[in-house]
């Protein structure tokens, strides 16, 4: 029997909404903001949720660096790098100045946490 069930993937954050909006528009997922704007979840139909939490004093991942490691990043797949780089970027990502393969891209979402995006 299991001790738990259901698990989330929660990533912290200066602006809880922002980054929900960002990975609901990038995934096409439903975003939702609790009243006071500190937690927020995106959800789809096939998928568990992600969910965001809103932290004071809030330090970015230093990818590739362990000053302020990833802790853990999301990958992402793609039928086309550039289209999807060009659509991320429109979002507000970063894309990441070391770029360590050729069939996957590294960015930064809005509260600089490292995510890629992965050719199919």
Known sequence: MAIAKQPVVVLDAPDARELAEFYGELLDWQVRVDD???WAEI???S???I???QV???HAPSWPSQAHPQQMHLDVVVDDLDVAEAAVVKLGAGKAAEQPGESFRVFLDPA???FCIVLN
Request: with cysteine.
């Open 56 to 58: 004071e004093d809030y």
């Open 36 to 38: 006071d704007g500190t």
């Open 47 to 49: 998928w568990p949720p």
């Open 51 to 53: 969910c965001f939490q």
């Open 112 to 114: 600089g946490h490292p």
């Open 43 to 45: 959800t789809s139909d």
